[in-house]
């Protein structure tokens, strides 16, 4: 068995390598859609987890005095923004010009099936558009009236057409049907 020296040393990285995981490290933590468990950056970085986590530590420090930080809940990392950077961040997202896929979805719903119930959006959708028709009656893209039973109907507004360049509703280009969005693309789906 041979038996270390004393003057031998576990190999340290290079800065270069640890600017490198860094990078790559901050890379992930943006642009996961969910937060990254260690095990899942070990993988991913094929780095050991001490090193992760130490480079883990390194970035939350430094993020400590930026408008975003790093976030650890249940032992799963994800990049977040700022409580001081947050007011910024609402004013952006109720911008006329800045709309989610989701909301995107249900504002093709309203303009094409309006007026539209928040029931029937459900059906439609499979999922609870409530954060979307949020989102677009704040941007005054889309009004909610009250009709029988209590019922919300939805319609767009003048804001929405003048967004869309429309003079009326019949200026809406005709919906595409299945076939015709998937043509050519075995993989299509709708979102």
């Not at 095990?39 to 400590?64: D, F, S």
């Not at 719903?109 to 007026?115: E, F, G, S, T």
Request: aromatic residues 8%; hydrophobic residues 40%; proline residues 8%.
């Amino acid at each position: 068995m041979a038996v270390a020296s004393p003057h031998e040393t576990t190999p340290v990285p290079s800065p270069a390598a640890a600017d490198d995981l860094e990078c790559a490290l901050e890379a992930l933590l943006f642009l996961a859609p969910e937060p990254l468990a260690v095990p899942e950056l070990v993988r991913l970085l094929q780095h050991g987890e001490p090193e992760i986590l130490k480079t883990l530590r390194r970035l939350t420090r430094w993020y400590a005095k930026r408008g975003l930080r790093i976030t650890e809940q249940q032992g799963r990392y994800h990049l977040t923004v700022a409580p001081t950077a947050e007011k910024a961040v609402l004013a952006y997202h109720h911008e006329p010009g800045f709309l989610s896929d989701a909301a995107y979805g249900t504002l093709a719903l309203v303009a094409y099936l309006q007026p539209i119930t928040t029931g029937r959006l459900l059906e439609l959708q499979g999922t609870d558009g409530s954060h979307a028709l949020q989102t677009l009656q704040d941007a005054g893209l889309v009004v909610g009236t009250p009709g029988e039973e209590s019922w919300l109907f939805f319609r767009t507004t003048e804001a929405f057409l003048e967004a869309a360049e429309l003079t009326s509703l019949d200026e809406l280009p005709p919906p595409l049907t299945w076939q015709e969005s998937t043509a050519g693309n075995e993989q299509a789906s709708f979102r």
